[in-house]
Nanobody, 125 residues
Framework: VQLQASGGGLVQAGGSLRLSCAAS????????MGWFRQAPGKEREFVSA????????YYSDSVKGRFTISRDNAKNTVYLQMNSLKPEDTAVYFC???????????????????WGQGTQVTVSS
């Protein structure tokens, strides 16, 4: 699976952005899709994930209520709608995919086999 993330940019605090991650291959629905982010000097952290098949969604506490993950299996694409952005949301955002990940590990970056190249999100105050 190859992943291509896009949609990052510069936005003022309180604004919105929508990230997209397009995946290659014909078995997209079989993959759990995740979004992670990494700020300078910090470890990569879990943001959100959409589980395979049924697509149950999960969020970190820091973005819950502001971000929404969705997937379009027909387009092999997962989206991250980010609203009410804060300066602390500034980071490089990565999409990730894995076919065999279990629910209890969905927030662990080391459990994902495939990664996109990252897209920069900068939120100004």
């Amino acid at each position: 699976v190859q992943l291509q993330a896009s949609g990052g940019g510069l936005v003022q605090a309180g604004g919105s952005l929508r990230l997209s991650c397009a995946a290659s291959g014909s078995t997209f629905r079989a993959y759990t899709m995740g979004w992670f982010r990494q700020a300078p000097g910090k470890e990569r952290e879990f943001v959100s994930a959409a589980f395979r098949s049924g697509g149950s969604t999960y969020y970190s506490d820091s973005v819950k209520g502001r971000f929404t993950i969705s997937r379009d299996n027909a387009k092999n694409t997962v989206y991250l709608q980010m609203n009410s952005l804060k300066p602390e949301d500034t980071a490089v955002y990565f999409c990730a995919a894995d076919r065999g990940i279990i629910l209890s590990s969905i927030s662990r970056a080391d459990q994902y086999d495939y990664w996109g190249q990252g897209t920069q999100v900068t939120v100004s105050s």
